[in-house]
Structure formats: structure tokens, C-alpha cells
């Protein structure tokens, strides 16, 4: 096997349904705009947007960082906008793994730019080995220390975004960026 279960599908959803539950009591009688972060947020995008008990209008982004392909290289381009028009309004951004940070940072300083009234960030995943930009993010599903992590929308060259589990690829499968530790997950 090409990869180890590091998350569970039934730990997945129980986290997300978690996340769901403090946002609906977090954003109670407002109507925030849900921003998925496209490619790889789009499972867990659409789990924790079916857990959320408020109203809430939803919208995607697409950015794509420039040069390497496991990881950002610091110029990061949107190539899809969000369409709604969220001036005066919350956002919620929501991206399936922060790494570096030059992703969010970059989506961040485009929506508020929009005029959004607050941005939050909800992650599925917080992998600290690589941070670069400090990042506070809201909703956390899992903190993971290091390797390289696929399944559940996340990909390596576009592979095993399908798998219900979230999974360590191992280390010959990715340039040697494999074995990773799963940190105390359950925040
Ligand atoms: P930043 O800008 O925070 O970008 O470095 C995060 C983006 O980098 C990719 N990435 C990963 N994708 N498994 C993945 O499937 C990983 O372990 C991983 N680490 C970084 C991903 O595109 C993410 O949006
Ligand atoms: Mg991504």
C-alpha cells in the first residue's frame, strides 16, 4: 500500500460536525458567506456546510501558487473569484490544509480587500513543519506535524482527493516528504 490512514472518515465527521455546531452558535442570528477554498476544501466544504444549523450563503475561490508542486512558492494568484458580493458582510474562508500560510494570508488580504465585515478561517488540517506567515485560524479540525497528507479533497498531483479517510502518503510516493506524526489532533 502506497499510504497509511492517519484520520479516520468516522473521526473526520465527528470533528466536522463539531466545527459545524460552534460555527451555527458562533454566527447566530447573522448570515455569514462560506468561501471554500477550491480545489481541496470541497469535501470537507460541503460536510461542514450541511452541519451548520444557521443560514448561511456559500461561494468559492480558486488561487494558485506559482513554482512548486507540493507546496506554495510565494506568489499566489486567484484564478476563480467569489462571486457573491460580500461587503458588510462575515466571511468564513474555509481550505483544507494550511502549510506555509502564503495561500490564506493571500486569500485573507483579497477578501477583506472586498470589503468583507470579518474573516474568519476555518482548516481542516494545520501542518506546522513549514509555517512561514503566522496564520490564527479559527475552526481547526486537525493539527498534523509533519509529512504529506491526501485523501478526503486533498491530492498529490491530482490523486486521492476520492479517499474517505485522510491518508500519509508514504515516503517514496512523494520525494521522500513522507511519515508524518499526527499531533494531539483532538484540539
Ligand atoms: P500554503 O500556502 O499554506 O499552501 O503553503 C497550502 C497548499 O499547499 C498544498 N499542500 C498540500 N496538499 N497535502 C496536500 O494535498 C499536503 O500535505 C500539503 N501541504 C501543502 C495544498 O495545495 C494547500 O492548499
Ligand atoms: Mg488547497
Redesign the pocket.
Known sequence: MDREVLIAREIIQERVRELGVRISSDYRGEEPVIVG?LN??VFFFADLVRYITIPVRIDFIR?R?YGAQ???SGK?EITKDVEIDVKGSPVILV????????????VVHHVKDMGAASCAICAL?D?KE???LE?SIDYLGFS?ET????GY????NER?RYLNDICL?KPEQCGG?GG?ILNDHRL
Open positions: 477554498i481541496g476544501a488561487a501558487s507540493m507546496c506554495s499566489v481550505e483544507d490544509i494550511v502549510d506555509t500560510g502564503l495561500t490564506l494570508k493571500a488540517i501542518k513549514r509555517r512561514e496564520i498534523v509529512g504529506f497528507i491526501v479533497g486533498l491530492d498529490y486521492y502518503l516528504r508524518g
